[in-house]
């Protein structure tokens, strides 16, 4: 009788256990979700601030106390000039885009956007930093879209790809009015790709049926559980082709110097390369580009916090595990060409 209570209280203790974690993990989801939703909304951070607090920290440290002193006061000085003269210097909006396979950056971006578009003006410009390898097709013409919108204001708009602008990213880089990219950056893979695994013979092998009923003749073509004949392939390659035809005709609008059957064919290139081909305009970093800027320009970057729902942000997991294979297999393609 004694082990069986001795038994019974660990199974209590377990299942105490197992249901004070489920609550804490829902209690810390729901305070996530209502933390969220007080952070949605647009941050600004003034780069020309931190800046001058990175120099200033670091010339505390190397100068001597007197020196730093007459440092300090000469850059106070200055800026009280600057502000007694009214002069009001051009700005240069930043904005990051992290891309992913289905661009969902873009709910940020749109919003960022409409915030530039109302306070900026001819004099002023927009830098985006661009990190996108490409994915889902109508979620990145999207996200094209919107920096169309800063261009047909015309508000000069840069694009600097530091990693990676292909396909669906070289999609958004090209809509810039001057496309800057790091030395060993990839760019292009104008081109249009479909995968799809089929399972046809397995589940004949088991006896299983598939059955699919559609109305319209190419409602569905190539299927993943059915069994693909030719004119499936066939009629899947003619809408590829459409989209390699959609993707080209955007290219050649924003960049109508390029060589599209040279460059238009799924390859992508480095900086250097790309810089020959007319991908790219210039080889510079963004950090290069924003030292520059920060001499004659009010430099902020614009973040806008996206308050995702709770299912949304559970799901997020498996979209990372793709991203995450995905960016691997971009990883390998590049490192086997790199010298050994």
């Known amino acids: 009788m004694t082990e069986f209570f001795a038994e019974y209280g660990l199974f209590l203790l377990k299942t105490v256990t197992v249901v004070a974690a ?9 305070a996530a979700g209502r933390k969220a939703a007080h952070q949605e909304g647009l941050e600004v951070e003034d780069l ?35 502000a007694r003269s009214g002069k009001a210097k051009s700005k240069a909006f930043v904005i990051d885009f992290k891309g992913d396979l289905k661009a969902t950056a873009v709910s940020s971006l749109r919003e960022e956007v409409t ?95 598939f059955e699919q009923v559609t109305a319209g003749k190419y409602k569905r073509t190539v299927t993943i559980f059915g069994k693909n004949t030719d004119e499936d392939r066939a009629k899947l390659k003619e809408e590829l082709e459409d989209v390699h ?39 510079q970093t963004s950090d290069e580009l924003l030292a520059e800027l920060a001499s004659d320009h009010d430099i902020f ?15 997020a997991g498996a979209d990372a595990l793709a991203e995450r294979f995905d960016s691997v297999t971009w990883k390998r393609r590049f490192e086997s060409r790199l010298p050994r």
């Open 22 to 30: 489920i609550v804490i993990i829902i209690g810390s989801a729901a």
């Open 48 to 82: 020309n601030k931190k800046y001058r607090a990175m120099a200033n920290a670091l010339r505390k440290a190397v100068m001597k106390k007197a020196d730093w002193k007459k440092e300090a006061r000469k850059e106070k000085d200055q800026a009280k000039a600057e």
């Open 115 to 209: 915030a530039v578009l109302s306070v900026a003006g001819p004099k002023d410009q927009v830098v985006v930093r661009l990190e996108n390898h490409g994915g889902v097709v109508h979620e990145h013409g999207l996200a094209a879209s919107q920096l169309v919108r800063i261009r047909e204001r015309e508000i000069p708009l840069t694009i600097v790809v530091d990693k990676v602008a292909a396909s669906g990213g070289y999609l958004m880089a090209c809509v810039a009015d001057r496309l800057l990219a790091a030395p060993f950056a990839i760019l292009g893979s104008i081109g249009v790709l479909a995968q799809i695994p089929n399972f046809n013979r397995m589940l004949d092998s088991h006896g299983v049926d």
């Open 245 to 283: 035809q959609l993707f080209k005709g955007a290219v050649a609008r924003y960049r109508p110097e390029l060589d599209l059957d040279k460059i238009a064919t799924g390859e992508h290139w480095y900086g250097t390369r790309a810089l020959e081909l007319g991908l790219a305009d210039e080889l």
């Open 301 to 315: 970057k614009l973040t806008y916090k996206v308050r995702q729902p709770l299912q949304k942000r559970l799901m």
